[in-house]
């Protein structure tokens, strides 16, 4: 069974306190690792695919990076406006079956 | 281009009643993924359509399906409704084989 656990739950920072966010997975095989960022009330917003260790996708102040057993998503200088529930899931090589295995989220919050 | 849409946004129904919820994915997107969103389970698949055909579909009960329309759109519908039905139904959209899968805003239930 696929399973992603996502570290720490919640994190709080100061404005322009660089941090780091946690996924591990287990998964049979990974067709893709997904971010996302959800604000309250509001659907996922898509951040970044990952397909295999080694890769890096970076947007704004945000860096993932995927190794064969976790993801990181780096936070550089954050600011208020990156508060908000992040997402990591994982999408296994499985047929034709494109179901996405979600973590439980970490919830940031960043002071001004 | 527009982005998913979901409706209605909101419902409160009662315990027994059934309801439909509505997704109409991203223009050229044939493939519709349903998930639930609790507090205490987090994002969890429902199912899957691609070109009308139900792909695949999680651990579930019989009252929860679905179906998609000749022009991609798709409806779920949950039977019998009870107090545990009460989450944040998302819709996501995607566009095989490109793997990203973009979300709507959802559908907040209220069983009361």
């Known amino acids: 069974e696929d399973q992603v656990t996502q570290s720490p739950e919640a994190l709080r920072l100061q404005e322009g306190e660089s941090s780091s966010l946690n996924c591990s997975y287990t998964v049979s095989g990974l067709r893709g690792l997904f971010w996302y960022r959800q604000d309250p009330g509001k659907g996922p917003e898509f951040l970044f695919t990952?397909?295999?260790a080694g890769e890096e996708k970076e947007k704004e102040r945000l860096k993932a990076t995927l190794t064969k057993k976790e993801s990181f998503l780096h936070i550089t200088a954050p600011k208020p406006e990156d508060s908000a529930t992040y997402l990591c899931a994982v999408q296994a090589v499985s047929g034709s079956a494109r179901q996405l295995t979600f973590g439980s989220g970490t919830q940031l919050t960043v002071l001004p | 281009k527009a982005g998913v849409t979901q409706t209605p946004r909101y419902l409160i129904k009662t315990r027994g009643q059934q309801v439909t919820l509505s997704c109409s994915p991203i223009s050229g997107h044939r493939s519709v993924s349903w998930y639930q969103q609790t507090p205490g389970q987090g994002l969890q698949f429902l199912f899957e359509y691609f070109s009308e055909t139900q792909r695949n579909k999680g651990n579930f009960p019989g009252r929860f399906s679905g179906r998609q329309f000749s022009n991609s759109r798709s409806e779920m519908n949950v039977s019998t409704l009870e107090l545990g039905d009460s989450a944040l139904y998302l819709c996501?959209?995607?566009?095989?084989?490109?793997?990203?899968?973009?979300f709507g805003p959802g559908t907040r239930l209220t069983v009361t």
């Open positions: 996501a959209s995607s566009s095989p084989p490109i793997a990203e899968q973009y």
């Open positions: 990952l397909y295999s």
